[in-house]
């Protein structure tokens, strides 16, 4: 049994609207947040593990909870089951991926708080993510995107279950006295559109587009790209999942080699594939994959929001 994506959050503030949960928001208008503050040059934030998501404790106001680092998210949402009490500053009109209508509204909160980093007048969308704890046994109270971030150069030490958020220099770099890890393997620039990180890729010598998403629980390929791919491919499994209305979607997990991001070459990549169309639509363009767990749990991996660089570190245990 292998895992498929736990839950869908994708944002196309360019296009008016945004994703989240299979959720989609209409008229979404993207007001800049204040600008994050912290007496801090790197802060070390302890990682829980719920399955393949990465968890980390922050606060709203007097809350304190468990919330999931998501780069397929925007910004800041909000577990509806812990915060429907908020003030209601826009109601969303929103409709599932299945037609069914959604309970789902944008707030404002005072205080956010990563540990010394601190948010003010922060915007977040509020909807229904008793999905990801039902299926984690965890408690969560909400989503942590991309724009969260913008200002930093975070580090994934998924060995050691540590989250690393610097600040960075004039040039937008780590300074050299803050650099935690050294032995990079690779690097790879990546552009940002509507929030969303997009890392060029070839998978056996064909050029393809990968959005990176800290919470996919397994690496995605659309099955239309995959036509062609499939013969170099070895079939792992075949399944099928309950899809729209009721009906049966065919999914495939398979094992390839000759990945290639960056200056990178990977082999032995695992991946699923399936029907992407629907997530491109919530990007409001195509894409051919994603880059999930599969991908980035095979070393320490920093994103450079500013410079807009992804990097990967071998893992040293001494």
Sequence with gaps: MFAF?????????????????????????????PSPTGDFK??????????????????????EGNFVLDTGAPYLVLNET??????????????????????????YIRNFNI???HYPRLRADVTDLSSIENSKGIKILGLLGTRLFSDFAITIDLFRNTLYIQKLDENGNIPPA????????????????????????????????????????????????????????????????????GTSIEVIYTRFDNLVVGDRKYMKNRILITNLEKMGNAYGYTIDGVLGYDFFVRGIFTINFVKKEF????????
């Excluded at 790197?42 to 809350?63: F, H, S, W, Y």
């Excluded at 009490?85 to 209508?101: M, R, T």
Aim: glycine letters at 8%.
């Design 311 to 318: 990097e990967m570190y071998i893992y040293n245990n001494q």
């Design 115 to 117: 540990l010394d980093l």
């Design 178 to 245: 803050e650099k935690v890890f050294h032995d990079r393997f690779m690097v790879s620039p990546f552009r940002i559109l509507n929030d969303v990180i997009l890392m060029k890729g070839t998978v056996n010598d064909n050029s393809l587009w990968f959005a990176f998403d800290s919470a996919a629980e397994t690496s995605l390929l659309d099955y239309r790209r995959s036509k062609k791919l499939m013969p170099d491919m070895e079939v792992v499994s075949r399944s099928k999942i309950m899809g729209i209305g």
């Design 42 to 63: 790197t802060l070390v934030i302890p990682i829980k593990r719920a399955g393949n998501l990465i968890v980390i404790e922050a606060q709203i106001d007097t809350l």
């Design 5 to 33: 994506l736990t839950f869908c959050c994708l944002g196309a503030a360019g296009s008016g609207k945004t994703t989240i949960n299979g959720i989609t928001f209409k008229n979404v208008q993207p007001n800049p947040d």
């Design 82 to 107: 812990y915060f429907r009490d908020l003030p209601h500053v826009a109601e969303q009109e929103s409709a599932g991926i299945n037609g069914v209508a959604g309970s789902s509204f944008t707030t």
